[in-house]
């Protein structure tokens, strides 16, 4: 999963459709830390080549039904004003 959205960077770029994928997590049941990796599209994605980087903190849930700790960063970033409006990426494959 990935998400997309125009984004607009400091030095007054605006990327078209940027490609945002959690790049790396890590935590515990009482933090967790997600790592967002901004692109120019899937492909430098993909080689971890990103425009920036940004960190985020969120509290996870461990309810048995809750959903895994990637999908839970993704709904928290869709929860920030940042990101409510980014379109949901799937990767090839998956089921919505």
């Known amino acids: 999963m990935a998400l997309s959205k125009n984004i607009n960077l400091d030095n007054g770029i605006i990327l078209n459709n940027a490609y945002i994928k ?33 960190y985020y903190n969120f509290i996870p849930s461990v309810d048995n039904a809750a959903s895994n700790f990637i999908k839970q960063g993704y709904e928290y970033l869709k929860a920030l004003d940042e990101y409510k409006d980014a379109a949901d990426l799937l990767d090839e494959g998956q089921i919505a």
């Open 22 to 54: 959690i790049d790396g997590i890590g935590g515990n049941k009482d933090n967790c830390s997600i790592c967002v990796g901004i692109a120019v599209n899937k492909d430098l994605a993909n080689t971890n080549n990103y425009v920036n980087r940004k």
